[in-house]
């Protein structure tokens, strides 16, 4: 997790930093569904690739943004969830979701 020190002094590059890659955008758009699992995002959102879904999964959690949950069973089964402050993102997902409906109706 990145400390309040090395964060951006402009609160939208903190934002843009933690958020801000297109697959992370993706895989937060998916967990705001329902929890997934890592084959079935990978799955999910073609193209990308394991390490790149990887990164991705490992830094948000370190974020704080998503939760992994795992299963003691054999074998072994890990769910990816938003956490309270991944939620907290909704509203702007939204918003993202809202803005690209009416661009694309105006187009």
Partial sequence: ???KD????CPVATTVSLIGSKWKLLIMRNLLARPW????LK?????ISQKVLTDSLRS???????KRTVYAEVPP???YSLSELG?????I??????WGISYKNNQ
């Fill in 1 to 3: 997790m990145v400390t």
């Fill in 6 to 9: 090395e964060m951006p002094a």
């Fill in 37 to 40: 699992r890592f084959n079935e």
């Fill in 43 to 47: 799955k999910d959102l073609e193209g």
């Fill in 60 to 66: 948000m959690e370190n974020d704080g943004i998503i």
């Fill in 77 to 79: 089964r890990v769910e």
């Fill in 87 to 91: 939620e907290s993102l909704r509203p």
């Fill in 93 to 98: 997902i939204k918003s993202m979701e809202e």
